[in-house]
């Protein structure tokens, strides 16, 4: 994989075009310079909660003694049920009922950025090729950016393309990430038949 495919890849599972509706209708009772503070506060947090998930990957999956071939089937999981509600959404919005007040690391770091489905992802490209760290770190640092220049024009996006585009552009990417999934899962159970064949 390479940083470009990997950037896109994250960036997709990041799925900053899907947000901007969650983003402004919890940011809409905020003064306009606070919500730049908050914003900008949570898109750090989530960089950084993946950054941890990239570098620390390896070693969390040694001290919990779990194979790289289960993290691939369980993140390619994740991101499939995160990629048929991006596809049917339910009722209540994409990760449920949200919080009042202004909000603090959840739901907009943790899990609207920074998802399961992106941790297992960094996870999982910093324990299958160790070595490459800083082109993963690239290729995150890319996808953390486009997703920041897109929800700080949040405002300016929603009103431009209108929630009729928005919502197929995130139907799309929840066809993308769904492929993706089943590709992971496909990878995962490859490696383990692999290495358990006699």
């Known amino acids: 994989m390479t940083i470009a495919s990997a950037a896109l890849l994250l960036f ?22 606070r919500q730049r503070i908050v914003l900008a506060r949570e898109l750090l947090i989530a960089l950084g909660v993946l950054m ?30 995160i990629g048929i509600r991006m596809i049917f959404p339910p009722p209540e919005g994409l990760m449920g009922e949200l919080p009042d007040g202004e909000p603090f ?62 919502t197929a552009v995130e139907r799309l990417m929840g066809m993308l990430l769904v492929a993706i999934s089943v590709q992971m899962v496909i990878d995962g159970l490859g490696t383990y038949l692999q290495i358990s064949a006699p």
């Open 12 to 33: 997709l599972i990041l799925d900053p075009l899907g947000n901007i509706p969650i983003f402004l209708s919890l940011l809409r009772t905020l003064p306009p310079k």
């Open 52 to 81: 941890v998930f990239l570098w620390g990957g390896k070693y969390a999956l040694e001290v919990m003694h779990l194979r790289q071939e289960s993290v691939s089937i369980a993140g390619g999981i994740v991101l499939f049920l």
């Open 105 to 166: 690391i959840v739901p907009m770091a943790i899990p609207l950025v920074a998802g399961p489905s992106g941790m297992a992802a960094v996870m999982l490209m910093g324990s299958n090729e160790p070595d490459r760290l800083g082109e993963w770190s690239i290729a995150l640092l890319a996808a953390w950016f486009a997703t920041a220049a897109i929800l700080f024009s949040a405002t300016y996006l929603y009103r431009w393309l209108g929630s009729r585009v928005l």
